[in-house]
Nanobody
């Protein structure tokens, strides 16, 4: 099972930027779907973005155009660049990994490995 761990959260003002990082253990199978999720208190965890092994990315509508998911397989790193942040982006952000293809934005149950999460707080 792939091990993942997030970092890079913090507090920013609205309009600011943050970059989240996720380290993952060596992936030994041909295709892996990597994704970012987020969860605010009292709400269900929701998908933010996913990325295929070939780099094809898919985004949740609310973040499209502001967030960018990317990865560096040589360094076993997954990133989430977040720009023009709003208070509605405040949440704990999680990195996740799954075998096979993403085929869009997979549901939470699709993923096999999860990190502990990193907090992002955006103030108005």
């Amino acid at each position: 099972q792939v091990q993942v761990s997030e970092s890079g959260g913090g507090s920013v003002q609205a309009g600011g930027s943050l970059r989240l990082e996720c380290t993952y253990s060596q992936i030994t199978y041909n295709n892996a779907c990597m994704g970012w999720f987020r969860q605010s208190p009292g709400t269900a965890r929701e998908t933010v973005a996913s990325i295929e092994s070939d780099g094809t990315a898919t985004y949740r509508g609310a973040v499209r155009g502001r967030f960018t998911i990317s990865k560096d397989d040589a360094r076993n790193m997954l990133y989430l660049e977040m720009n023009n942040l709003t208070p509605e982006d405040t949440a704990t952000y999680y990195c996740a990994a799954a075998y096979g293809y993403c085929l869009g934005l997979p549901m939470e149950s699709r993923y096999d490995s999860w990190g502990e999460g990193t907090q992002v707080t955006v103030s108005s």
